[in-house]
């Protein structure tokens, strides 16, 4: 069990780029969830995966964003266009189906300039 | 989403335990209640999490009132390495997802 590894941990890029981050989960866990943090401020929900299925969305999810999870394995955050308020900690976590708890990845730290 | 209170801080000396209150008076019956921390520029790290009774593990114990209105986690031996935020979080629902508040900041003294 490695955990759940996140790629890449940090990422500067100039607006109106786009930028795709990798989540790989723990191998059994088959919940995928999307969390982004600003400074100084608690990790805020952005998506949800079962398997392969996006089954929950946060309104922080604008049309810019987008996630997927093919075959129910590792998943990929996309965001276009980016805008300087896209900067924070991006943070991915699993979890099996029971009422267990999560584990976050490390994140992915992205600046926008 | 059940909400939580909690501290914005909190300090210990260093090998003294720690209770670190939680006020979650509209979490629902099935909701659990989890605890995480996190380092800076880490990821949330799992404590413990439980639903109606006591429950304890290598990192912490968790005591839940009767009526379920609020926990305390409890650090038997602070340490140097417990610094960080503690995070109190009702889940539950069909996504079981976490809804992070703001946390309490532990300091620990040496």
């Known amino acids: 069990d490695t955990g759940v590894s996140q790629d890449p941990r940090h990422k500067i890029t100039k607006r109106g780029q786009n930028v795709t981050f990798r989540c790989d989960p723990i191998?059994?866990?088959?919940?995928l969830y999307w969390y982004r943090q600003t400074l100084g401020q608690g990790p805020e929900f952005l998506t949800y995966f079962q398997n392969e299925a996006q089954l929950e969305k946060s309104r922080l999810l604008s049309d810019r964003f987008s996630a997927e999870r093919p075959k129910g394995s590792f998943s990929t955050l996309e965001i276009q266009r980016t805008e300087q308020g896209d900067s924070a900690m991006y943070l991915c976590a699993s979890r099996t189906n029971r009422e267990g708890g999560y584990t976050f990845g490390s994140g992915t730290r992205l600046t926008v300039v | 989403d059940a909400k939580t209170t909690q501290p914005n801080s909190m300090e210990s000396n260093e090998e003294e335990p720690v209770h670190l209150p939680c006020n979650h008076s509209t979490i629902s019956g099935t909701d659990y209640i989890h605890w995480y921390r996190q380092l800076p520029s880490q990821g949330p790290e799992y404590v413990i999490h439980?639903?109606?009774s006591n429950v304890n593990n290598r990192m912490a114990s968790l005591a839940i009132a009767e009526d379920r209105k609020s926990s305390t986690l409890i650090l038997h031996r602070a340490t140097l390495r417990d610094a960080a935020v503690y995070y109190c979080?009702?889940?539950?629902?069909?996504?079981?997802?976490?809804?992070f508040g703001s946390g309490t900041r532990l300091l620990v003294r040496p």
């Open positions: 979080i009702g889940a539950g629902g069909s996504s079981y997802k976490l809804i």
């Open positions: 439980g639903l109606t």
């Open positions: 191998s059994e866990h088959n919940r």
